[in-house]
C-alpha cells in the first residue's frame, strides 16, 4: 500500500462507507428502527428515508409518465453538531462524515463500530458490495487560465471552438483488475463564490461486488484496498499547484 502526504487543509467536502447487503425476509423497518436505541445519544436526529421510482409508459398514444410512487427503504440517524449521518436501510449500511474530515482511521473506526452494530440488528444473509465514496471540493483561485493547472484529467474543448466553460460534467469508470474494483470519478464545477474563487468537485466512488456471508474480518481488508484506490485515483490527478491549496 502506497503512503500518501495528509494535507492539514484537504479538500473533502464528505466521506462515505458503504455497505449493500441481502436481508431475511422478515426483517422489518421496525427492527431498523431499533438501531436507534443503541445510538440516539450520539445521533438524536432520526429521519425516514424514502425512495421514488416512477415508471415510462407505452401505447399508440406515444410515451407517458406513470405515477410517481414513493417507498420507505430505511432510516437516517444524525448528528448535526460532529456532521455524521448513519444510515440503516433494507439494503444495507452507510457511514457518512461530512467535513471537517479528520483522518482514515478514526473514520474506519467508527464505521466498523456502527457496522457491527447494524449487522447484529438486521443480521444479513449476504454481504453484496462494499464502497468509499470521497467527495472532494477543491477551490481554485481565479483567474484561472485551465483546468489543468491543478487536475490532470479534465474536459478538453476543441482548439477551434470558443474555450471559455461555463459549466460541465464528466464522468469516468475506470476498473482495476488486480483487487477486482472499479471507480467511478465524476467531476463537475459550481458557481464561482463572489468571484474569488470556482469550486471544483472531484467526485471518487470506488467499490467492489462481494459475496461474504458474514461478519468477516476479510471485508474490511477490502476497504483497505479501496482506499488505496481512491488514493492513486486522487493523487495521479492532482498537480503539486493543486497540492499546494490543501497545506
Not at 1 to 20: K, Q
Not at 174 to 202: C, H, S
Request: a negative charge; proline letters at 6%; charged letters at 30%.
Amino acid at each position: 500500500m502506497s503512503e500518501y502526504i495528509i494535507f492539514p487543509n484537504a479538500p473533502i467536502a464528505e466521506a462515505i462507507l458503504d455497505i449493500r447487503v441481502e436481508l431475511p425476509k422478515d426483517v422489518t423497518l421496525d427492527i431498523l428502527e431499533m438501531f436507534y436505541d443503541k445510538i440516539k445519544d450520539r445521533y438524536p436526529e432520526k429521519q425516514h428515508r424514502t425512495e421514488f421510482s416512477a415508471g415510462i409508459r407505452l401505447d399508440q398514444h406515444g410515451a407517458s409518465l406513470e405515477k410517481t410512487e414513493a417507498s420507505q427503504t430505511g432510516y437516517l440517524f444524525r448528528s448535526q453538531v460532529e456532521k455524521k449521518i448513519v444510515q440503516s436501510r433494507l439494503n444495507g449500511f452507510s457511514f457518512n462524515k461530512l467535513k471537517p474530515y479528520s483522518n482514515w482511521n478514526t473514520f474506519r473506526s467508527e464505521a466498523r463500530e456502527l457496522w457491527d452494530m447494524y449487522f447484529n440488528i438486521a443480521k444479513p444473509l449476504k454481504i453484496t458490495r462494499v464502497a468509499l465514496r470521497y467527495i472532494n471540493r477543491i477551490e481554485m483561485p481565479l483567474p484561472l487560465k485551465d483546468f489543468s493547472e491543478y487536475i490532470l484529467t479534465v474536459p478538453v474543448v476543441a482548439p477551434e471552438l470558443p474555450q471559455a466553460l461555463a459549466q460541465f460534467f464528466m464522468r469516468l469508470v475506470i476498473p482495476k483488475p488486480d483487487i477486482d474494483a472499479v471507480a467511478v470519478i465524476n467531476q463537475t464545477m459550481e458557481i464561482p463564490e463572489k468571484g474569488q474563487r470556482l469550486p471544483f468537485i472531484f467526485d471518487i466512488d470506488v467499490f467492489k461486488e462481494t459475496g461474504y456471508s458474514g461478519n468477516e474480518e476479510a471485508m474490511w481488508n477490502e476497504f483497505e484496498k479501496l482506499r488505496d484506490f481512491k488514493n492513486e485515483v486522487f493523487f495521479k490527478s492532482i498537480t503539486e499547484q493543486a497540492k499546494d491549496l490543501f497545506k
